[in-house]
């Protein structure tokens, strides 16, 4: 009963720097880590920035320092900000939220969105 749906992606060029969204909807209690990830063509998932209830923030190297994740909490949104895009950065971007339960907080659920196909030309 809870979705993701993540928006922004698309056909972008080299350097250019768009913003992806992903809001979540449905019976929301409280949410506590939302993260982004991406796959390449024929490589494995990989996280790419991590943002936590308190706001911390953890990054893979490959975009530390070009890349900024935050959050919303009235929205229950996190946005993915992308600056010096390269052709290396074209994947298939996944937002994760960790969700605790209404009925007990102390258990945790995990929701992924259907993902957003982002194409970096050169």
């Known amino acids: 009963q809870v979705q993701l749906v993540e928006s922004g992606g698309g056909l972008v060029q080299a350097g250019g720097s768009p913003r992806l969204s992903c809001a979540a909807s449905?019976?929301?209690?409280?949410?506590?880590?939302m993260g982004w990830y991406r796959q390449a063509s024929g490589k494995p998932r990989e996280l790419v920035a991590v943002?936590?209830?308190?706001?911390?923030?953890t990054y893979t190297d490959s975009v530390k320092g070009r890349f900024t994740i935050s959050r919303d909490n009235a929205k229950n949104t996190s946005y993915l900000q992308m600056n010096s895009l390269k052709p290396e950065d074209t994947a298939v971007y996944y937002c994760?939220?960790?969700?605790?339960?209404?009925?007990?907080?102390?258990?945790?659920?995990?929701?992924w969105g259907q993902g957003t196909q982002v194409t970096v030309s050169s």
């Open positions: 994760n939220f960790r969700l605790l339960s209404t009925d007990n907080p102390s258990i945790r659920y995990g929701y």
């Open positions: 943002i936590t209830s308190g706001a911390g923030t």
């Open positions: 449905g019976n929301i209690f409280s949410i506590d880590a």
